[in-house]
């Protein structure tokens, strides 16, 4: 299953909404997750299960869709906000991340 | 707290092998699924393998299968990525990481090590 994302990169000022997409090439379900990646750390689980919110992620991040198409939403850009991130489907082996989207402060 | 801490990377040359150790705190192995992952400089994530934590089952991606394996030591609560015949192409940050109990995807992570395969 391939995954893709966009965009690749975006430009944001803090407290803007911005929103990244996430289409997967075949019908995955809601197995899907959201990863936020700053340089040099690990990967950090934001969102499974499409649109569940993992513990202590601040609410301003929210998850929505199924089958194919998905989105990522941040409601207001705080300025630890801005990093990579990254979607991947785990409804079927091998698991795929998407290529990533990388938000930059404008 | 859990905690995951991967070591071994290194430099190695294109052929050779190397193996990697995830030492887990704070829960045991046994009773986890742990993930591979790796990140080539400057790119995105990439899975590698999906293995319970007793070592007994393992998935691999196309891509390292019947190259990777792996293997367990329960006393020291570690599982061991065996990585054979290297590619420069696997070149990587390489992650473990811990399954969550609720859900197929992975919560905690270690900080990962880095595997260079140069001549």
């Known amino acids: 299953i391939q995954m893709t994302q966009s965009p690749s990169s975006l430009s944001a000022s803090l407290g803007d909404r911005v929103t990244i997409i996430c289409r997967a090439s075949h019908d995955i379900g809601d197995n899907l997750g959201w990863y936020q990646q700053k340089p040099g750390q690990a990967p950090k689980l934001l969102i499974y299960s499409a649109s569940t919110l993992q513990s202590g992620v601040p609410s301003r991040f929210s998850g929505s869709g199924s089958g194919t198409d998905f989105t990522l939403t941040i409601s207001s850009l705080q300025p630890e906000d801005f990093a990579t991130y990254f979607c991947v489907q785990d409804s079927t082996y091998p698991y795929t991340f998407a290529q990533g989207t990388k938000l930059e402060i404008k | 707290e859990v905690q995951l801490a991967e070591s071994g990377g290194g430099l190695v040359q294109p052929g050779g092998s190397l193996r990697l150790s995830c030492a887990a705190s704070?829960?045991?192995?046994?009773?986890?699924?742990i993930h591979w992952v790796r990140q080539a400089p400057g790119k995105g994530l990439v899975w590698l393998s999906r293995?319970?934590?007793?070592?007994?089952?393992?998935r691999f991606a196309d891509s390292v299968k019947g190259r990777f394996s792996v293997s367990r030591d329960y006393a020291k609560n570690t599982l061991y990525l065996q990585m054979d015949n290297l590619k420069a192409e696997d070149t990587a940050v390489y992650y473990c990481?811990?399954?969550?109990?609720?859900?197929?995807?992975?919560?905690?992570w270690g900080q990962g090590t880095l595997v260079a395969v140069s001549a």
């Open positions: 990481a811990r399954e969550m109990a609720t859900d197929t995807l992975f919560d905690y």
């Open positions: 704070g829960f045991t192995l046994r009773g986890s699924w």
């Open positions: 293995v319970r934590g007793n070592g007994d089952i393992a």
